[in-house]
């Protein structure tokens, strides 16, 4: 290659090195220049003046102490040493972060950062834009994180009413419905449409991706959710009507709890129960053996 050719062709692949290196530094949080470690600024929506964490950098990537994250915002934690494993519960969802491991599970389902959490001075360090990702998509905080501003502003995405849950017993199959509100009498209601068993909660707003996306399990097919004005409108598609329904609120947990029973499952409780009637009764103490 002549020389003239030569200059022309590095000039080239200096302009398109230099592209590349604007477009990756623009996915890439990077420390502020000439830094190794800064403050991050978070600020709450409890009216208090913001709080200062410190943030440390491994390849320019920041990471933030769990603990103190959830300190700030006064979230209670449980941290276990020998695993390196805390567990942080939000006010409606539950995130375990594991040192060492790219997966945090949310509410029991594995979700992946695309870096490791860290484990330093007895505590768990996150890649801090990668796990408000997960928060933001995952639970119902909206978490605005601005690396050039070091602060991270959090709020909530206006969902009262994110989970559901299903599970099928030998009696019948029990709905249990996460919620923060509670709900007087004739706010909640059952009944079946066109093979669809819906439960109305008036005053409700629903996280609606969240709860489409709960596992069916036999006899419901499919579950859907609708949001209206006054109400959530949460749609489960049923292999048949069930034989009886109802819907109470738990006193503990807060949940919206619904239960469905089929003729054979009541048919199996009533053989039992009459099987129980027949058995005879022990003998008493006092009587000859």
């Known amino acids: 290659m002549k020389r003239r050719q030569f200059l022309k062709f590095l000039s080239a692949l200096s302009v398109y090195l230099l592209d590349f290196e ?39 990537l ?12 006064s979230f209670h934690t449980y941290v276990n040493p020998e695993k390196k494993k805390i567990v942080i519960y939000l006010p409606q969802n539950k995130v ?26 007895q505590d768990v360090l996150v890649p801090l834009p990668h796990f408000t990702e997960l928060i933001n998509r995952y639970t ?9 501003r070091q602060s991270l502003k959090a709020g909530s ?26 709900f007087k009498p004739g706010e909640m209601s059952v009944d079946m449409r066109y093979d669809w068993l819906h439960v109305d909660l008036f005053g409700a707003q629903g996280d609606l991706r969240s709860i489409t996306a709960t596992r069916p399990m036999n006899p419901i097919r499919e579950v859907k959710a609708y949001q209206f004005k006054d109400l959530l409108s949460i749609a489960f598609r049923l292999q048949k009507p069930p034989a009886s329904k109802e819907v109470y609120q ?22 039992r129960d009459d099987a129980a009637a027949e058995e005879p009764s022990p003998p008493d103490s006092n009587d000859d053996l």
């Open 140 to 148: 119902t905080l909206n978490w605005q994180y601005d690396p050039v």
């Open 62 to 73: 920041a990471y933030l102490s769990v603990r103190k994250l959830a300190e700030a915002f």
């Open 22 to 60: 604007q477009l990756f530094a623009k996915n890439l949080p990077l420390a502020p220049p000439g830094k190794r470690s800064s403050q991050l600024k978070i600020i709450t929506d409890a009216g208090q003046g913001p709080v200062l964490l410190p943030l440390e950098y491994l390849q320019d």
């Open 96 to 121: 375990v972060v594991s040192a060492g491991n790219p997966f945090v599970v949310i509410d029991s389902k594995a979700k992946q950062m695309l870096a490791r959490a860290r484990w330093a001075d």
């Open 250 to 271: 738990d006193e503990i947990s807060n949940e919206v709890v619904v239960v469905l029973r089929y003729d054979e499952q009541i048919a199996r409780k009533e053989r």
């Open 157 to 182: 995405k206006g969902f009262n009413t994110t989970a559901v849950h299903i599970d099928v017993k030998e009696n019948g199959v029990v709905i249990r419905i996460r919620t923060e509100l509670s």
